[in-house]
């Protein structure tokens, strides 16, 4: 992990010192370097619980795909951003690769450290660099509101977090993840798990703390939506797994029955606000907390299937909503606008837009065999075991989810074609390559779930 860690260093520096003529070109195949040394790290951690130890920085079957997983977003998200991005100053695009190669060095650390409190401070340094994204290079003036939104809602929670940890701390209780082994019932206290779980549940994010998301979302550039979408929202889930671990039983006994009845019924009502929305990047943003909140409620059943699901849900909804978000840019690029009926058979001859449209549509309702399919059954499974009062929720969320997932495509690709949307030219072969990097990472997993599971 020092070795990632030190290379990514080593491509920040690399990237302020090249020529203007070979700026992304460069960053793209250096950044891709870490995801290749990335991959190194899979070999014995699904034997071994912990693996690449090292001075609290360390590996197991939770961490790694997430690592793997952000190691490979980062280029496809500084490709995505090429077209918009190119028009400025040299310092301005070097700024903006900067910030993501910044938060691709704190989401590593974030994933694999041992120490809840390094794992504090990563989790909070992506913060600032996410902020800039958002405020820098938004799309609209209202972008300043959005990043407003961002930084309040995430200081406000993450300081009961931070008192939480210090409370532990204080108590003479080791807060790392691995040489742990206290007895959680003679110090936790409802008051304080709830304090620590707060962060995450936001950053997550579930229903009713998530407005600050859509606007995020709608505001952002392309490699911002897709980082938030992909990444920074598993962060949350990530942090609520490894929390619960501390306060496994306050939490079983206290707060997860809630938890699953407010993450449940919060899923329903989002996937009913999906389809009321007219905006593409909106509805995109909204369908994350859907299904956020059902991946949170199959954590808090606390059982090995639901931690499971979690894991698989993770990782396939941040290779599909990376995904979606980059197939709305290309719209955005050519129309100027998110509005879906605009938006509207915006297709041109010789495209594979339709089919891309269809392939992410049908993976974001969890239609198998595609690996969202396979974390919903799991999560839903467990859910229902736990209660089968839930099966009304999980009934309507399946529906809710597959009408707004089929109506973004028959919006996008189906009737009447105007002047105002037909494309000028076809896709080009880098917007082509960014979403089949999105499409093979998909397959494999189909291929082999035990890449995730």
Known sequence: MITIIVTTLGIILASWITPKNKLWCISIVNSSFIFLLSTF?????????????????????ISTPLVVLSCWLIPVSIMASINSLSPNSINNQRSFILYNLIILMALIVTFSTSSLIIFFIAFEATLIPTLLLISRWGMQKERIEASYYFLFYTLISSLP??????????SNYNTSLISSNWNPSLIVSPTLTIFCILAFLVKVPIFTFHLWLPKAHVEAPVAGSMILAAILLKMGGYGFIRIYGFFWESLTSNVSSALIFFCCWGGILTSLICITQTDLKSLIA???????????AGISTGTEWGLKASIIIMIAHGIVSSALFALANIFYERSGTRILLVNRSLKSIVSLLPLFWLTFAAANLGLPPLPNAMGEILSFTSILNWSLISYLPIAAGI??????????YQFLNSGWSHKWNLMNSSICQRENLTITLHLIPLFLIILSPNLIS
Do not use: C
């Open 286 to 296: 909204y369908s994350s907390v859907s299904h956020m909140s059902f991946m949170i």
């Open 399 to 408: 529906v809710f989810t597959s009408i707004f997932s089929l109506s973004i």
């Open 41 to 61: 790290i899979y070999s014995g951690t699904n034997n071994i619980i912990w693996n690449h130890l090292s001075l609290s920085l360390t590996l197991d079957s």
């Open 161 to 170: 977090l931070l008192i939480g940890l210090i409370t532990i701390y204080n």
